[in-house]
Every structure is written in structure tokens, then in C-alpha cells.
């Protein structure tokens, strides 16, 4: 099994001596074009190459494989049975052969890869009568991207390596891990670059300076309490991720999406809310497009050219008794629960009444009448997925005020936090703690990949608290006959959690292919 990293060296072989036609491991439809001479010469050579960026085989992979798996199944807000892969992360029992787990390794460098080359094409190609600002723009997108990227590869691993260029991988392919605190600070300052000079608006599901300042106190607020004792976080780090996601709040224009089930609807897609959403074409093949639709519970009726889903992903019992009764928006739009009708699934054919136990809502969106695209299928889903919302960014805000004090009655803070409650329709709440910060983020953001990333950032700075969190949970799916909750059998034996279970094993194939991967990691600045 060849590592991502001889997998990338082969892609640069590749480019250096072809500029025909090529196909190669990234599947770049422009590739032959950003690789010759003659591209990078206009504004809008610099505006096609940056839009590759945004979907395709780089990232689709890592939507269909690691994006609920790792983030909701993990964290404990979801199971799937039947993938031994997912059972293992259910379970706290994941090893270097876990396919999910190499899934997003190989998903995250090949976007770094991605972005690498266009940013050193761009450098190196485009010529001086394209005006500064728009290389610089174009440079800060693939920027933005990159630092995502190597935010969640120090989220899931700590120390990874750190590559810019990836044509020196061709000569010294044997690299060092990059301690974790300095891949941190790469992603930052590939976010600050971004920041300062991405336009505060551009072409619906472009990346913006909000975005990208979105995402710094994202980073920032996570960074906040790495390396740091008796559960105190950096206050410098809080008070950057303060100042990033309230000139968000604050500054954008930007407002919450008026109804919470819209969000997950093609046709919202890029709505004002969605930060960053990656940018899928119906009608793509197999792991070209964005597959979250095989998730779905339900049967033809409500999939796309009449195929019925493969994986009913459900919500755990955790996860389900999180909500209220009076959170009933966000629980709809989140999960299917027996006998809820969605009106805008098989609408031609009068709606659609689930009758199973539980299933996936978010992300499930129809069939091609349903959303107008008659070239949708199962595996291309039309719905532009985000990546970041502004109701993220708006709780992300309220837990950086909250910042080491055990309460909060902010006035901004509480504001900001409660335009997430009242949307969901949930009284204001007059002071918020780290457990209703997270609970309400848990809610929120369920099935958008996000829970496992706050768990980690919690067990930097409370390891104790974190490893309580994952070890109170009933992770273990339910049966509702007659309406009464009834635990299913658990898939797999579920483990213990430990402070190691936080952080993934580095893949069994990159470490033979590259055993400097074992050696401590080593500083970058």
C-alpha cells in the first residue's frame, strides 16, 4: 500500500512532465490547464484555479467517509452498524489499519496538496499586470483552505508534518512531524493571510475575510488550551478568538438563516449563513461528488434517480435526550423520529411520513424532483454541505467571552447565544457555563461534524471533564415501539476512554513508508 505522501510525489512526476492530458490521483478536471505554461495569465485563470478547490476527489472521500464518522459517530451522537471501521470508533478501539481514520489523512494532505500547487503556480506564473489585490486574493483562498485543512490534521493527530511545497517531496520524501502548537500556528497564519486580504463579499460560495475570521477564532479558541494546566486556557488565544468572531458578529452583515431546516436544503445553498460550504455538481462519479446521501433511512421514494440509501446512521440514545420538547426544530431537521412528515421530501407524491424508528434528516434532501437537478444521484448530492456557520461563529463568540470564568452574564455573550436559542424556538437564557456552551453547540451542530472537534478541545485543558463527557454517554442506538425508548443493542464493545483516545494513531502505511512518523516531533518556527 503506497502512503499519501508517495501517492502526492507521483502526482508532482506527473505535472512536471506532462502538459497533456492527465488523470491522476486528485482528479483535478482543470489539471493539464493549471499545469501549463500558459495558465495563470488572467484574473480569471486565477479565479478557475482557486474554484477547483472547493469539491471534487480531493474532498469527497473525506465528506462520504470521515465527515459524520469521525465527527458525530466518535463524539458519540450517532452510531452505524455494519462498518467495522465505525464500530471501532464507536467503540475507543481504533487502530493504524482503520480505514475511516485513513480516509482522513489521505482526504486532508490531498487538500493541502491541492492548494500548495495552485498557491506556488500563482507565485511562480502569473505575471505582474494582474494587479496585486487579485493575486493575492486568489493566493488567500487556496490559503484559507490549506489552514482548515491543517486545523483539523492537529485536531485529530496533534503532530503531523507541515508541508508548503510538495515538489520537495520528490528529493526528501522522509519528513518529521511538526509539533502540534506550531501546526496550530501554520494554520493560523494561513488564516491571518486569508483575513487580511479575501473581500469582505464575492460570488455566492466564495470564502470571504468573514470566513476566514470565522475560522481563526475557530482555530484560536482551540488552541487556546493546548499545553495548558489545572484547566486554565490561554487568555491571549481567548481574546484573539474573541476579537475574530465578534468583528464576525459584529461587522459581517451577516444574519442567521430565518428558518433552522433551511439550512440543510439545496435550494439554500450558500445562503448567507454558510461561511464555507464545499461546492458540489450533481452527477459526479463515485467519490467525485458529496455522497451524504447514502445515509439516508428511507426508500426510493426519497432518493435521488430511485436508489435507497445504504447506511441508517441514528442518533444515539445520548444524543436524542439532549433534546427538549420545545426543541423540536432543531430535532426534526436533525433526525428522523417515527411518524414525522417532511413535506419537501417526494413533495410530487404528497410528502413523506417516516416510519421507521430514527434515522438521518440533515443532509438527506430528495430525489432530483424534489431539488430540481435531474443529473443528482445517490453519491451527488446537490446540497452545498458548510463546513462553518455563522451560528458556529456566534457560539464560538459566547465561549470566548466565557473564556476561564466558571459563568458568564455578558450582555454581548448572552446576545449572541441566545440568537441560536430563539431561532430554535428556546427561551433566552440570562447566563451560560461551559456545560450549556456545549450542550447548545452539541445541538446545534449535530451531524455537521463538529462535536468531536469541541471534545478535543475541552481535553486539552480538562482532560478529567472530557473523558467524563465521553464516558457518560449511552452510546447505543434505540427502537421506539409504541413511542417507548428502547435501547438497541450496542455495536460493539464499547472501551473506556482515555486521554489517548483523543488523539488518532498515525496510519499503519504511512509509518512504514516514512518511520521518521514515530520520532518526536520537532519545531517549525
Known sequence: MKSIFDKI??????????????????????????????????????????????????????????????????????????????????????????GIMISNWKGMYNVVAHCNVTINAITQKAPNTIPEKDRNAAIAEARFIRGFAYYNLAVLWGAVPVIEDNSKLIISPLINRIKT?????????????????????DAAGRVTTWSAQGMLSKVYLTAAGLNQNGGIRDQAYLDSARKYAGNVCKNSGLALQANYADLFKSQFNDNPESL????????????????????SPGGTEISANGSAGWFNIRPTIDMYELYSTRDSIRRKATFMINGDYYPELNAAGGGYKYTGDCG???????????????????????????????????????????????????????LYFNKVRERAGIAPTTKIDMD??????????????????????????????????????????????????????????????????????????????????????????
Open 9 to 98: 510525489i507521483v502526482f508532482l512526476l506527473t505535472v512536471i512532465v506532462m502538459t497533456g492530458c492527465s488523470k491522476s490521483f486528485l482528479d483535478r478536471p482543470p489539471l493539464s490547464q493549471i499545469s501549463a505554461d500558459n495558465f495563470y495569465q488572467t484574473p480569471n485563470d486565477l479565479r478557475l484555479a482557486t474554484a477547483a478547490l472547493y469539491a471534487g476527489t480531493p474532498w469527497g472521500d473525506w465528506n462520504y467517509t470521515c465527515y459524520l464518522p469521525v465527527g458525530d459517530v466518535l463524539s458519540g451522537n450517532m452510531a452505524v452498524g455494519y462498518w467495522g471501521d465505525a464500530v471501532q470508533l464507536n467503540t475507543f478501539t481504533i487502530t493504524g489499519l482503520n
Open 276 to 295: 464555507f460550504a464545499l461546492q458540489w455538481a450533481p452527477g459526479g462519479g463515485w467519490l467525485e461528488g458529496n455522497m451524504l446521501q447514502i445515509y
Open 181 to 201: 502548537e506550531d501546526v496550530f500556528k501554520f494554520a493560523i497564519n494561513d488564516l491571518t493571510f486569508a483575513a487580511e486580504n479575501l473581500p469582505p463579499a
Open 360 to 414: 438521518l434528516k440533515k443532509h438527506i434532501i430528495g430525489t432530483n424532483k424534489d431539488n430540481n437537478s435531474p443529473t443528482m444521484n445517490l453519491t451527488s448530492s446537490s446540497e452545498h454541505n458548510a463546513l462553518l456557520r455563522l451560528a458556529d461563529v456566534y457560539l464560538i463568540y459566547a465561549e470566548a467571552i466565557l473564556g476561564n470564568n466558571g459563568a458568564s452574564t455578558d450582555g454581548d455573550a448572552l
Open 436 to 525: 450549556t456552551v456545549y450542550k447548545e453547540r452539541r445541538i446545534e451542530l449535530a451531524a455537521e461534524g463538529q462535536y468531536w472537534i469541541d471534545l478535543v478541545r475541552l481535553s486539552y485543558y480538562n482532560p478529567t471533564k472530557a473523558i467524563s463527557k465521553l464516558n457518560g454517554e449511552r452510546r447505543v442506538t434505540f427502537t421506539l415501539p409504541n413511542g417507548v425508548l428502547t435501547p438497541a443493542a450496542p455495536y460493539g464493545v464499547i472501551t473506556p476512554a482515555t486521554i489517548q483516545s483523543f488523539t488518532f494513531p498515525i496510519p499503519s502505511a504511512e509509518v512504514t513508508a516514512n518511520p521518521k512518523l514515530l520520532e518526536p516531533p520537532v519545531s517549525y518556527y
